[in-house]
């Protein structure tokens, strides 16, 4: 079994009185994701990192691990998040 993980950066920006996801990226090291939300962080709202995990066994798990600014709570139950690996 191999668990494989991805790094997302996804950036907010307002929205009227909300607050919505725009173009997210992604990295295949957690450093790289850190330095990226450190550099958008000026220009937006707020930016989240996510962890994605790919588990063939038990199917891919998105975890918050760090948030910069203003990012809605619970993004990631609401979002359909379809970036795959390939």
């Known amino acids: 079994m191999t668990i494989e993980s991805a790094y997302l950066v996804v950036p907010f920006q307002r929205i009227g009185k909300r607050l919505g996801p725009v173009q997210a990226f992604m990295f295949d090291a957690p450093a790289p994701a850190r330095l ?3 550099q958008l962080a000026p220009r937006v709202a ?7 995990r790919f588990d063939p ?3 891919d798990k998105d975890t918050v ?7 809605p709570p ?3 139950e609401h979002a359909d998040w379809s970036v795959r690996l390939h």
């Open 36 to 38: 990226a939300a450190w």
């Open 46 to 52: 707020g930016v989240a990192i996510l962890e994605r």
């Open 57 to 59: 066994e038990t199917g």
């Open 65 to 71: 691990v760090a948030e910069i600014g203003l990012v």
């Open 74 to 76: 619970a993004f990631v």
